[in-house]
């Protein structure tokens, strides 16, 4: 099917060699000499693409664009003027017009005008798959080359950034994608398997930072210059979905990137108490033993002591002065602090929970309408945009920005899309979580998850002498034999946490300050 094509001319007959150019050229051009034909015409039929010329007699060129994008805003308009005007390039800034040419135009240049406008996206695409494909191999080698965590960190941002780039691009070349991000999560869990555990060792030269680090490597260094600095912690944050809210972020700040390393599991109760009190869970459990409840993983009791442990920390840095901090559960909590959030900037450091991510992620698990909503990563990732776009939590980041003050944001760990399920054995006390389990003598399949037999040696609680975890590695989830099909369509295709994958482990930390 040809491209159609209208344009509005009050000299459309000296346009005729132009049209005759482009119809040769394949595409159906419909000519009208006036505004008022041009609207008529759009009301009732489909095009592509309209030329306009600014200067007619009756309704001018700038009428008939406001009459146009009333019937159809989507539809691409080019502006065709006798002058570069200075409100004819703002209206093409602000995206009322797809472009503007100058007269007189040749045929050309028309012609180059449409590819532009209506191949852009196409071309775009294309060359975008051309360049994966010729870093397909690259991303191979990095990958079977044994990378250390830096080198994983690198591999996971450039897997992550094509992600977002091809989202829209063929099945095929998607699928492509993603057995390389599939391969990866292998190899990623057997170095987690082989690495993690040596991490722990505050003498271990090379190490990532790690949660009990975040407010000492990222934070503290900006109160000890003075600086008022704020903390957001985003439950359940990706990388890939920080890159949608830093796209939004970066016209009102300056951001610097950095990365940390979620601690195993990579679950709120662990990774969270381990961010606020700067030490592991096993730590945590000895020197505040009222603060963990053994064998009670409720996130809501377990998570409850944050303001205590975070203090506990800022006093261990020295400071005379208490930390602010706050929990945002639900939207109008979120709401009242976003409207006085500048008085937030009064006090050294504020720190800020913020929960609905991992409250989406919950929700999508039990609701058919959100996963036909978001049915994929890509959807999900759009799905978390609107959410940003109109939260409290984006109202406050646009306050902040008339301040001078340094923002850390980061969150405590990811998410990954569960595709598949592996057989666990345990007894009726064993914890419910589907990435990772802890209990007596639990049993797993080995390839598909890290099997903690000695937690001490991981810095995790032990209930009794006979307590291991076991943490699901790749797309892996836990399902007991009994009920095993019920369970196996229930829980395939959800978002959970608490695994050793590069989305739940490698976490985006980004410092920001005002440009203004």
């Known amino acids: 099917m040809s491209t159609r094509i209208i344009w509005a001319d009050d000299e459309i007959e000296q346009l005729k060699p132009h049209i005759i150019f482009l119809e040769k050229k394949g595409f159906d051009v419909t000519p009208v000499s006036n505004g008022s034909d041009a609207i008529s015409l759009i009301e009732k039929e489909p095009f592509d693409l309209v030329f306009l010329d600014e200067q007619m007699p009756g309704m001018d060129g700038i009428t008939t664009l406001s009459g146009i994008k009333d019937i159809s805003p989507t539809l691409p308009v080019v502006m065709i003027t006798k002058s570069e005007e200075e409100s004819i390039m703002e209206d093409a800034i602000g995206g009322k017009i797809s472009d503007y040419l100058i007269k007189p135009v040749n045929p050309n240049q028309i012609l180059l005008t449409i590819k532009r406008i209506l191949d852009r996206s196409r071309i775009r695409d294309e060359k975008s798959a051309q360049s994966y494909l010729q870093s397909f191999n690259r991303i191979s080698m990095e990958i079977n080359e044994q990378p250390d965590w830096q080198g994983w960190t690198e591999i996971y941002r450039k897997l992550t950034g094509w992600d977002i780039e091809l989202e829209r691009s063929d099945e095929g070349l998607r699928q492509v994608l993603d057995d390389q991000f599939q391969q990866a999560n292998l190899e990623f869990g057997r170095f987690l398997e082989k690495e993690y555990k040596h991490w722990l060792s505050e003498s271990y030269p090379e190490r990532p930072v790690l949660s009990p680090d975040v407010l000492s490597h990222y934070v503290k260094p900006h109160l000890d210059e003075g600086k008022t600095t704020m903390f957001f912690l985003i439950d359940c944050m990706r990388y890939d979905q920080w890159l949608v809210f830093q796209s939004m972020l970066s016209k009102f700040y300056h951001i610097e990137m950095d990365y940390h390393y979620s601690i195993l599991p990579t679950a709120t109760p662990y990774s969270r108490n381990a961010i606020f009190a700067g ?238």
Not at 446 to 459: G, M, N, Q, T, V
């Open 279 to 516: 030490m592991y869970p096993l730590d945590i459990q000895k020197r505040y033993p009222h603060l963990w409840q053994n064998g009670d993983e409720n996130e809501s009791s377990l998570n409850q002591y944050e303001e205590e442990l975070l203090i506990e920390q800022f006093k261990k840095f020295g400071y005379d002065f208490s930390p602010k901090y706050e929990k945002i559960l639900q939207a109008d909590e979120g709401k009242k602090i976003a409207d006085r959030i500048s008085n937030y900037t009064q006090n050294r450091f504020s720190s800020f929970v913020i929960n609905f991510v991992d409250m989406l992620v919950h929700s999508r698990s039990d609701s058919t309408v959100l996963k036909e909503l978001a049915p994929d990563v890509s959807a999900f990732r759009s799905l978390t945009k609107t959410w940003f776009e109109h939260s409290s939590l984006y109202q406050m980041f646009q306050t902040l920005a008339d301040h001078d003050i340094t923002i850390v944001v980061t969150t405590d760990h990811g998410s990954v899309r569960s595709l598949r399920d592996t057989k666990v054995l345990g007894d009726r006390d064993t914890s419910t979580s589907l990435r990772y389990k802890f209990g007596r003598h639990l049993k797993c399949d080995h390839d598909s998850a890290i099997i903690i037999d000695r937690p001490l040696d991981y810095k995790l609680p032990r209930m009794n002498a006979s307590t291991n975890y076991i943490i699901a590695k790749e797309d892996y989830y836990f399902i007991y034999p009994t009920n095993y099909h019920h369970y196996q369509n229930r829980y395939r295709d959800t978002f959970q946490h608490g695994g050793a994958s590069m989305e739940e482990v490698i976490l985006p930390v980004a410092t920001m300050k005002p440009k203004s």
